[in-house]
């Protein structure tokens, strides 16, 4: 049998683990998942982790281009 690994970007993060990654407060974390706006997460019963790659897709997504003005 062979043994089964993840890569480093699926690795399942507890929220404090995702929160300190991104430079947030556990708590903010929390709120951002209540309020749908934070990273993709998953959810086992009442468990939640967040995927590596997701945090860093979450985190992308929300990069500014300094040069550009924002509407």
């Known amino acids: 049998m062979t043994p089964f690994?993840?890569?480093q970007?699926?690795?399942c993060l507890k929220t404090s683990e995702a929160a300190e990654y991104l430079g947030l407060s556990?708590?903010?974390l929390q709120m951002y998942r209540y309020d749908g706006i934070g990273p993709?997460?998953?959810r086992?019963?009442?468990t939640v982790r967040y995927r590596l790659s997701d945090i860093k897709a979450w985190r992308d997504s929300r990069l500014c281009n300094p040069?550009?003005?924002e509407n």
């Open 5 to 7: 690994t993840l890569s």
């Open 26 to 28: 556990q708590k903010t």
């Open 67 to 69: 040069g550009k003005k």
């Open 9 to 11: 970007d699926d690795r």
């Open 44 to 46: 086992f019963g009442k």
């Open 40 to 42: 993709a997460f998953v």
